[in-house]
């Protein structure tokens, strides 16, 4: 388990036919094409997730986030949108390993079972008794989106849950 600290955030609202292309363009990446989908960069370093019909998750290496978003304002123009840095308020807790499901399914309401949730899904749920945002990018690693108020309670959760299978804390 790890914390993966000061990343970009940005919330993205407005129509998907032209924030697609404004992302394809600027990020390298298209919207996802489902709901709850979950699309990364060949990196995986760069993220859009779906959150609602009109509304994305971007994540990205911290310090882009403010010239991505420049660069979106100005390739949409006068389009109807919203983009809002939303870093401040949010880190990204990291669980991976053969046990991570299990010691989220001691924490989550949601089936994270992998036949419901595949790679490249994300999903708003109640962790313990937080709303975060849950996405899997690969096989054995989940990403907890967590407002950084929670971020303590949150980790301490993870650290209770997974000491049955003696999780630790990666650098």
């Avoid at 129509?15 to 992302?23: H, K, W």
């Avoid at 010239?67 to 990204?92: F, K, M, P």
């Avoid at 419901?116 to 989106?145: M, N, Q, S």
Wanted: with cysteine.
């Amino acid at each position: 388990m790890r914390e993966r600290p000061l990343l970009g955030h940005l919330i993205l609202r407005g129509g998907a036919i032209v924030l697609d292309e404004a992302l394809r363009e600027e990020l390298g990446i298209n919207l996802p094409g489902q709901p709850q989908g979950l699309v990364l960069d060949a990196s995986g370093e760069r993220s859009v997730q779906w959150l609602s019909p009109d509304e994305w998750l971007i994540i990205v290496p911290g310090g882009e986030e403010f010239e991505l978003e420049n660069r979106l304002r100005a390739r949409l123009g006068d389009a109807h949108y919203s983009i809002v840095n939303v870093g401040g308020g949010q880190t990204v807790l990291e669980l991976s390993g053969e046990k991570a499901r299990e010691v989220l399914m001691k924490s989550v309401v949601y089936d994270v079972h992998p036949s419901h949730f595949p790679v490249g899904k994300g999903v708003t749920t109640v962790f313990a008794k937080a709303t975060v945002i849950i996405r899997r990018p690969t096989e054995d690693c989940w990403e907890l989106v967590v407002r950084r108020s929670f971020a303590d309670y949150c980790y301490r959760w993870l650290l209770d849950a997974g000491e049955e299978y003696g999780i630790g804390v990666a650098k």
